[in-house]
């Protein structure tokens, strides 16, 4: 199962989702014995990667945001201190 094929939603697959969306309409019995299987395989690995590359973005700034609030605690604490 893949998440709604939206082109805005999946910059990085949209070739891929129109070629399937294509296939679909060209071949509306053959789809169910496998003639757009290929496709629906790329559009998996395709899918795979988008997610990965957010993961790694959404990562990356949880960690900036973390240490931005590890700094904002310790000047915090300092200021108690004093």
Do not use: W
């Not at 395709?46 to 997610?51: L, M, N, S």
């Amino acid at each position: 199962m893949h998440p709604p094929l939206t082109l805005h939603k999946h910059p990085m697959c949209a070739e891929i989702i129109e070629e399937s969306q294509k296939c679909h309409i060209d071949h509306p019995v053959a789809k169910f014995f496998g003639e757009c299987t290929d496709l629906k395989i790329k559009l998996d690995l395709c899918f795979r990667q988008e997610k990965a590359l957010k993961r790694k973005a959404n990562f990356e700034e949880s960690k900036k945001l973390k240490e931005r609030l590890q700094a904002y605690r310790k000047e915090t604490a300092e200021q108690i201190a004093e």
